[in-house]
């Protein structure tokens, strides 16, 4: 099994930046791809950004492509999501995943990732 925990939310001005964290623990040598998905109340849950194994190949959503950025360091067990430019539109619980298949198989797909974390709130204030 792995455990995912989110660290980093809170309140926020529009335009400012905001870096969350992903401490994954237990199986982490099971860790394949990896993956930020959020949701914003009333709303389903939506795909943010994901990254390969090794750091190499990431997928953004449109709607943060040039103002997210999302990486990991293997070494630390830890993912990251560095928020720039944050809109309200960004406000949302903040939840990372990990999968064991490739970033090619799990990709955007939020069922394709079966560790999730308990999320962490991002509120962007106007």
């Known amino acids: 099994q792995v455990q995912l925990v989110e660290s980093g939310g809170g309140l926020v001005q529009a335009g400012a930046s905001l870096r969350l964290s992903c401490a994954a623990s237990?199986?982490?040598?099971?860790?394949?791809?990896m993956g930020w998905f959020r949701q914003a109340p009333g709303k389903e849950r939506e795909f943010v950004a994901a990254i390969s194994r090794g750091g190499i190949t990431t997928e953004y959503a449109d709607s943060v492509k040039g103002r997210f950025t999302i990486s990991r360091d293997n070494a630390k067990n830890t993912m990251y999501l560095q928020m720039n430019s944050v809109r309200s539109e960004d406000t949302a619980t903040y939840y990372c995943?990990?999968?064991?298949?490739?970033?090619?198989?799990?990709?955007?797909?939020?069922?394709?990732?079966?560790?999730w974390g308990q999320g962490t709130q991002v509120t962007v204030s106007s």
């Open positions: 995943a990990a999968s064991d298949q490739s970033l090619a198989y799990s990709s955007r797909q939020g069922r394709n990732y079966p560790y």
């Open positions: 237990g199986r982490t040598d099971s860790i394949s791809a």
